[in-house]
RNA sequence: GCGAGAGUGGCGGAAUUGGCAGACGCGCCGGACUUAGGAUCCGGUCCCUCACGGGGUGGGGGUUCGAGUCCCCCCUUUCGCACCA
């Protein structure tokens, strides 16, 4: 950016303030809850302040989603467009360790910086409704949600191998490691065996996917989620193994191949394993856990490495036809999904027949392809479906149908039957860190786990110095004995407070219920308000949210509607995800050192400016790659249009147009009016589909076009009007620049209590179109008609037409294709 | 490896869904106005050719009167998933 070959185009940094300072005194923004008709609930993921201020691809969310919703309110629309801090969390407190700031004062640091940044930008955000939920009078009900889920046995404690992250010092979820990493630091995720608090979301799976149906999101986005919870519809399937008699339950989607089935595999970690290992095993058994133990999630997972086990002299008795064969273990089992053993198929899984090759175990035929030849064996699994065979009575059965009737059989002998399983796992929130919020749990050696009682919310995070975490896995609040210590509400003995804190992801999970009424202390939420502005209408954010944020929300809101608190099951009926806008390439980081902060730009050429550029870069659900060559274009373009405007249109409030008639008007008016319509029509169709560089594109013809005519010497009254329509379609998109226009022309009260322009249907077509016509496909003419000419009146015209003519002279004419308004194609050989 | 997008001038990107490829903007070139231009206004700008013409939407094949758009194969790239039994 190189400021000084930058020329201001117009006073925007006179403009800008001023108009933000009216739309505040006015209270402009401050929408009218109590009444509901035409509402708008547009709403922006709000920010995480985590140090990091505000970047372009914020601005790209709230920026640009805003004027979407200042379009949809000069349609009429009452727009509640709301903004808050998901303040607390990992990074805002690495950024507070690392500079020995409190969290809670850096917060605030960053929490008011970025208000300047966001009003920057001249939104619509509705001020009097800020939120943070770092604030108690927030937290106190995340809380309350975490009781509620509590009493109902969807908050509960277990020991679990968990992910720890070495670098935060603390458990992950699931859905916040990424690729064996840490999502927010991206250290390598170790495992740990720990005690945790989870949510059950596991028992909302069905839900979950069944909901997909109702919403109206990126289909990417919903089918990030099918996969993550991951049902799979199968079989369990219960082994037993020979000498001690122990149940080996496996689960399978291919029930059909147990008599393919040739050997056991289980996981490493599996509890079973040191039970059945026979002694001339153990020691070699030993060895290979404790290998596996060693290897990090991104090595154990690898699917490009080679297949490693060692058996354990153990055998398991097939249910189905009485077979014994050997059991092993194996690191590509793994423990957390379905029963952590796998009855192994070689001849018709591929992870199984690789496994089979190198350990020289049997490979057995028993599905063939339908109607087709049997595959070679010996080159890979046969995975498809087929018919069975070798497969006792079942031989010749489909499949599909052999799986029904051995789940039904197993059923029948007790030893197995149809079951789902899901990849979707219990959704871990506790967290050893301070900055958090407490969870609202006594623990008493007499009555067990305690829910504090809803009159002793909330639990405030206690002031402390100490608040770097311990590293032993425990929380820092631990380490205040006036914390701790509590008396038991059940039994009123000495008890000790829960001491971790909740996964942020919590407190977004119901921010969108308090948006409406952040005061409201009876509950969570207002209930009334919630009736009558519930659910989200839009929601926009970043699809890095796909598993977590948006996943959760839909968990916590399901489970606010069975019980009673909310009348709606989907928060986020509709959804649309912004681009990312990257910096050389890649996503901008702090690592990278790529982030590129809107501050400088706003400053040299103000927010309009920038607003506009970022609608016009491409298209918005792809984002792309920032680069500020084009952005003078914009600001010229803004300059383009103060000066056809600033100079010319005094009193134009007054002007008083009359209902134009297309036809009756001067050619050159006509044409403009023609275009002004057009220009209409594409605008409105291109906002509403989230299609702003075209928009804007079409806006620039339109101002093009109004200078030829100024050069023309035409300022008729169509000129005018078009002048008037200009300021009001770009409203949306420069707003703080449309304001001023529209108050210079005269027009008293906020332009964005104007109903948006709307065209005139008969001014859409033209006297004349052109069509074209092609000789064998090739262009040859283009010729000026009346719109709706017929073919025979064309091709009187077309075959009289000199530059046709000498194409067609003297060759046979084979077929002639006509397309209304278009063209004429004639193939002449 | 599997799945879903994407690939168009020097650049960002358009193209009513099978019908004038390159809208709009950047950049560049030229002109006007100017003491000046890094302001503004006007014009030009896909490639080859002096021209007539011809070629052209990642590559190859196909369907069609007609393909950036549809079909098949390949390449590149972005994203998602990745031993899920």
Redesign the pocket.
Known sequence: MQD??I?R?YPFDEIEPKWQRYWEENKIYQTDLSKSGNKLYCLMMFIYPSGDKMHIGHWYNYGITDSWARFKRMLGYNVFEPMGYDAFGLPAENYALKFGVHPAISTQNNIDYIRNQLRGIGAMFDWSKEISTTDAKFYKWTQWLFLKLFAKGLAYRKMAPVNWCPSCQTVLANEQV??GRCERCDSEVTHRDLTQWFFKITEYADRLLAGHKKLDWP??TI??QK??I?R?D?CEIVFTEVSTGQDIP?????ADTVFGVTYIVL?PEHPLVHRITASSNIKAVRDYIEKARKQSEIE????V?E?TGVPTGAYAQNPINGENIPIWIA??????????A??A?PGH?Q?DF?FAKKFNLPVREVIIPAGGKSPDMLEAAYADEGIMVNSGDYSGLSSTDGQKKIAEHLKSIGRGEARV?Y?LRDWLISRQRYWGVPIPIIRCHRCGEIAVPDDQLPILLPETTDFKPAGDGRSPLAKIPEFVNADCPKCGGPAERETETMDTFVDSTWYHLRFLDPDYENGPFNPSLAKKWMPVDRYVGG??HA?THLMFARFINMFLYDNGYVNFEEPYPILRHQGIITHHGA?MSKSHGNVVIPDDYIKIYGSDTFRAYLM????YE?G??W?D??I???H??L??VW?LIEPNCPDLAEKKFPLFIKDELEDADKELYIQLNRTIKKVREDLDAQ?Y??A??SI??LV?SL??NI?AGNQSPIFYHSIGDLILLLAPITPHLSEELYHIAGFEGSIFDAQYPDYDKDAIVGDNI?M?I?I????RA?IEVKPGIGQDEFEKIAFDYEGVRKYISGKSII?K?F?KD??L?I?VR
């Open positions: 000084s070959r020329h185009q990424i690729d289909s990417k089918s990030m996969n993550w991951g799979s199968g496996v689960f399978t989607t291919r996981a154990r997972t690898s699917t490495k297949k690191d590509y089992v793994l423990l957390g999904y379905g029963t952590g796998v009855m198929v899984d992870r690789e399983n990849r699809s890095e598993v996503k016009f870069m491409g298209d792809e792309g790659d680069d060559t084009g003078n274009g914009i010229r373009f300059g383009r000066r299609k560089n075209t804007i594109a620039m013809e093009n200078y030829k050069e052109t074209v092609q064998n496909g090739k262009l283009s077929k294709i397309i278009r063209l194609n193939v």
